[in-house]
């Protein structure tokens, strides 16, 4: 088995490249390999021969989204097309990665896979239509949804917040916002499992359990990390953003078995960035 990981630099990326060690993954990004660029995909397709694909790319500022629509639909959604199709014709499987922000939020049960999509702001609606591209142009493919998501080796919320917590007095985080937290490596282990398990062709939710607030995450971050600094619940009016958030994202993971709690997985992932049982380690 050869594994082409495409956007391999990203958060998501990298954890695939380290946890997929032993199918032979090979790893593209920009400028190796453009995925708005048909020619660009068949090139690398051709070249790496491999029999998975993994696709990490993806437009994933959600506020940007809203200020070019255009753009990020090119990417994460008609890009997608591309790539479906490019597969499709090789016969290799493809495993893309989507969102709970494709849902409209109104749900406190929370999102089975096949929830009604309806997404509230311009990044759901184009990781929407790339589930739609997808879809429409391949037939061994993994859709796999996640949430909230952290790791080494890009910007995510616990290391924002742990940055912020060296400066700020206190933090104001918002209170009305549901989901769960995953950690890349749990969910690059959860895409190797479809892989060698040969799970059918479908769509699939990928999260770490136990559902939360960025409020609640927060608090267990500093918690667990030995940081003192005050945190102070709001709403998300008293926090507005350019895209709006669903209120509910929690994904309900039905198909597969359920990864750990989420508690578990960000304890490792602050040992992994130095951080003990009392704190920041010298």
């Known amino acids: 088995m050869k594994t082409l990981v495409i956007g391999s630099k990203g958060m998501l990326g990298q954890a695939v490249m380290e946890t997929w060690f032993d199918l032979d993954p090979i790893g593209a990004d920009l400028p190796d390999v453009d995925i708005t660029n ?7 397709l051709d070249l790496y ?17 809203e200020e070019d629509e255009l753009v990020a639909n090119h990417v994460n959604a008609t890009a997608v097309g591309h790539l479906a199709k490019a597969c499709q014709l090789r016969n290799i499987r493809l495993i893309h990665i989507s969102t709970d922000y494709v849902f409209d939020g109104n749900n406190e049960h929370g999102y089975t896979e096949d929830g009604t999509i309806a997404p509230v702001n311009a990044y759901g609606r184009t990781k929407a239509n790339g589930e739609k591209e997808l879809m429409a142009n391949a037939h061994l493919f993994y859709l796999v949804r996640t949430s909230w998501l952290y790791g080494s080796g890009g910007k995510n919320f616990v290391s924002t917040m742990l940055e912020l917590a060296k400066t700020k007095p206190e933090l104001k ?4 916002q549901h989901g769960k937290p995953t950690y890349t490596k749990d ?26 607030t ?43 078995p359920l990864m750990r709690p989420w508690k578990e997985a960000l304890r490792d992932y602050l040992t992994e960035l130095g951080y003990g049982i009392y704190g920041l380690k010298d």
């Open 49 to 65: 021969q491999p029999t998975v694909v993994v696709n990490c790319a993806a437009f994933t500022a959600v506020d940007k989204c």
């Open 173 to 176: 985080v918002v209170n009305d």
């Open 214 to 256: 960025w409020f609640d995450f927060t608090k267990e971050i500093f918690s667990q990390a030995g940081i003192s600094t005050p945190v102070v619940p709001c709403s998300s009016d008293e926090f507005p953003r350019p895209a709006k958030r669903p209120q509910w994202s929690t994904l309900l993971n039905t198909k597969q």
């Open 187 to 212: 969910l690059a282990v959860f895409l190797k499992h479809l892989v060698v398990n040969r799970s059918p062709s479908g769509v699939y939710h990928g999260v770490n359990e136990e559902e939360t």
């Open 38 to 44: 048909p020619s660009s995909i068949a090139r690398a």
